[in-house]
T-cell receptor
Framework: KAGVTQTPRYLIKTRGQQVTLSCSPISGHRSVSWYQQTPGQGLQFLFEYFSETQRNKGNFPGRFSGRQFSNSRSEMNVSTLELGDSALYLC???????????????????FGPGTRLTVL | QKEVEQDPGPLSVPEGAIVSLNCTYSNSAFQYFMWYRQYSRKGPELLMYTYSSGNKEDGRFTAQVDKSSKYISLFIRDSQPSDSATYLCAMSQSGGSNYKLTFGKGTLLTVNP
């Protein structure tokens, strides 16, 4: 079974440009989450999509946006790039949509290899 | 104060040592506690998860959660060079927010042969 795939793997942009990153979840997975990983801040949650709807959102400015398509593939977009946006962007997918709590309520997330974005 | 604090290390141990990794947190709403392992140039992979307080063992790995102290630990017994990686603790709440993982910054572990 193929894992989560992200394209492109590496990207170099200049300040002020915009960028679109793509994520293909594991087949059958309907939830896709995005994270930003930097040495200074670690892994930070950006947003999560389920059935083409943004269900959870982290504390990032509006320059960061995303969407999900009917086949569960997702894209995230960063507009007006800043130097501080240089990071590894990770996508994670999850199969279940368990909303109940309890020991069986956890939805395991499977991460892709990430897209390394460098802003010059 | 960050919601999740993790000692970044680095931690260097000889092969066969017992490794202890820890995180503290401040949000009492966290219900799920995970440990991820991340190799260089790879995405994180889930090692173990625990619901609420208690211990969980899987082979050489043991996860402990103490919700009263807001403290979680991962123990690695008989550590191997292949265990060399960054270990990340992560936590989430119940319900629809359980997709939002809050991570520690990660501890870089090196196991020397």
């Amino acid at each position: 079974k193929a894992g989560v795939t992200q394209t492109p793997r590496y990207l170099i942009k200049t300040r002020g440009q915009q960028v679109t990153l793509s994520c293909s979840p594991i087949s059958g997975h309907r939830s896709v989450s995005w994270y930003q990983q930097t040495p200074g801040q670690g892994l930070q949650f950006l947003f999560e999509y389920f059935s083409e709807t943004q269900r959870n959102k982290g504390n990032f400015p509006g320059r960061f946006s995303g969407r999900q398509f009917s086949n569960s593939r997702s894209e995230m977009n960063v507009s007006t790039l800043e130097l501080g946006d240089s990071a590894l962007y990770l996508c994670a997918s999850s199969l279940e949509a368990k909303l109940a709590g309890g020991p069986m309520g956890y939805n395991e997330q499977f991460f892709g290899p990430g897209t390394r974005l460098t802003v010059l | 104060q960050k919601e999740v604090e993790q000692d970044p290390g680095p931690l260097s141990v000889p092969e066969g040592a017992i490794v202890s990794l820890n995180c503290t947190y401040s949000n009492s709403a966290f219900q799920y506690f995970m440990w991820y392992r991340q190799y260089s140039r790879k995405g994180p992979e889930l090692l173990m998860y625990t619901y609420s307080s208690g211990n969980k063992e899987d082979g050489r790995f043991t996860a402990q959660v103490d919700k009263s102290s807001k403290y979680i630990s991962l123990f690695i017994r008989d550590s191997q060079p292949s265990d060399s990686a960054t270990y990340l603790c992560a936590m989430s709440q119940s319900g629809g927010s359980n997709y939002k993982l809050t991570f520690g910054k990660g501890t870089l572990l090196t196991v020397n042969p």
